[in-house]
T-cell receptor, first 110, second 111 residues
Framework: EAAVTQSPRSKVAVTGGKVTLSCHQT?????MYWYRQDTGHGLRLIHY???????EKGDIPDGYKASRPSQENFSLILELASLSQTAVYFC?????????FGKGTRLTVV | SQWGEENLQALSIQEGEDVTMNCSYK?????VHWYRQDSGRGPALIIL?????REKRSGRLRATLDTSSQSSSLSITAAQCEDTAVYFC???????????FGSGTRLLVSP
């Protein structure tokens, strides 16, 4: 079964601190994504990647960096966390059609 | 209908009613996905309809696709309380990445 694993599942970070969210997929998928979801809102694409060692900006990349060191792993990095980045973050992977999501990381910036 | 970064739309119905959610997309797509997101979980695919199909059924779910108007719909027949969830449509993208999600509809089914 396709699997996308995110860590940590929840995190509290201080304003101005660095945060790294990790994602690992065992689906052998080329595409990986990071989405942000705010309460009462839909999914907004932050960064994505279609091959290892390459990342692309999504719709809301400001304040975020991404890293894809291998096909299986995709990280989201907040160099200077801000209060406005409090949200639930989803990692996902896809091949030709279906997108498989992780369970999400709840990030609270205080 | 859903698209873009708008707030989740909200629908509230009684158990046993039929409901239809609409999705309008902006660019050519070869497939429309419909995903369901339960509280506290990531979205999961529930039905997928390709551009050469006008209708697709799966149990109580029915998806339609009108490529001329660039719109799709998801209908649930005789909704149950367990259908309460957020529903997203998604399409292929010409922007360089594979899938783009609509803004979503929050469906509440009450007993």
């Amino acid at each position: 079964e396709a699997a996308v694993t995110q860590s940590p599942r929840s995190k509290v970070a201080v304003t101005g601190g660095k945060v790294t969210l990790s994602c690992h997929q065992t689906n052998n998928h080329d595409y990986m994504y990071w989405y942000r979801q705010d309460t009462g809102h839909g999914l907004r694409l932050i960064h994505y990647s279609y091959v290892a060692d390459s990342t692309e900006k999504g719709d809301i990349p400001d304040g975020y960096k991404a890293s894809r060191p291998s096909q299986e792993n995709f990280s989201l990095i907040l160099e200077l966390a801000s209060l406005s980045q409090t949200a639930v973050y989803f990692c996902a992977s896809s091949g030709n059609t279906e997108v498989f999501f992780g369970k999400g990381t709840r990030l609270t910036v205080v | 209908s859903q698209w873009g970064e708008e707030n989740l739309q909200a629908l509230s119905i009684q158990e046993g009613e039929d409901v239809t959610m609409n999705c309008s997309y902006k660019t050519y797509t070869t497939v429309v996905h419909w995903y369901r997101q339960d509280s506290g979980r990531g979205p999961a695919l529930i039905i997928l309809i390709r551009s050469n199909e006008r209708e697709k059924r799966s149990g109580r779910l029915r998806a339609t696709l009108d490529t001329s108007s660039q719109s799709s719909s998801l209908s649930i027949t005789a909704a149950q309380c367990e259908d309460t969830a957020v529903y997203f449509c998604a399409t292929d993208s010409t922007g360089g990445y594979k899938v783009v999600f609509g803004s979503g509809t929050r469906l509440l089914v009450s007993p």
